[in-house]
């Protein structure tokens, strides 16, 4: 009996902090999105790399625990860089679905600092490529690129009234994303973004 009534009384205990817990945090859904500059970061024999501007946009999720937040988020992303080839300026299109889990914490007035991981998958690849005419082609490469990425995201957010939310991160590429080009080595998405989202649904606190 005694072992039952001690049971129960941890039971009890859980039950009152998680209820507790949950009833100070905040869970928002919500809209984002904005501008990318991208840009591949190593070396390539054929040219030099420059930066690209795309958009992102998606979804994200917050849950929100006093001065700390969770924010898984998925997010369409126009990726990849310019290279400059002979003189020629060339366009490496690289489109992305990424999910990056975001750890932020807040400071005052809604400002936050962000970090954590994001995983990418590639959804589409096209690559501008000169002949020796000197004509210009769009070749799909998509097949050459490894099927996923891995990157850490670094940033800072502030939270603004009326459920709008301002965000700028930079996006370091941490995993190769072409093993199949010789000329390419060691290179690795680089994208920062500005983002403005708004939250749909607000619930807590």
């Known amino acids: 009996m005694k072992n039952n ?6 039971i009890a205990a859980l039950v009152l902090v998680s209820t507790g817990v949950f009833a100070q945090a905040q869970l928002a859904i919500g809209i ?60 490496q ?17 809604g400002i936050n600092l962000q970090v954590g991981p994001q995983f990418g998958f590639v959804t589409k690849a096209e690559r501008d490529e000169v002949d020796v005419n000197g004509i210009k082609t769009t070749q799909d490469v ?25 965000d700028a991160r930079y996006n370091l590429g941490l995993s190769k994303i072409d093993d199949n080009d010789p000329a390419a080595q060691d290179v690795k998405n680089q994208v920062w973004q500005v983002s403005l989202g ?4 607000k619930l807590g606190k």
Do not use: C
Request: without cysteine; positive net charge; aromatic residues 14%.
């Open 5 to 10: 009534h001690f049971k129960f009384v941890m």
């Open 32 to 91: 984002k999105g904005g501008p990318n500059f991208a840009k591949l970061d190593g070396t390539d024999a054929a040219g030099t790399y420059k930066s690209r501007t795309g958009w992102h946009g998606g979804a994200f999720a917050l849950f929100k625990f006093s001065k700390i937040g969770i924010q898984p988020e998925v997010l369409f992303s126009q990726q990849g860089s310019k290279i400059k080839v002979n003189q020629n300026d060339l366009e």
């Open 93 to 109: 299109n690289y489109s992305y679905v990424n999910v990056p889990i975001i750890v932020k914490l807040y400071t005052v007035a």
């Open 142 to 166: 998509k097949d050459r690129l490894k099927g996923s990425d891995v990157s850490l995201a670094l940033g800072a957010g502030w939270d603004l009234p009326f459920g709008l939310t301002l």
């Open 198 to 201: 708004y939250k749909l649904i």
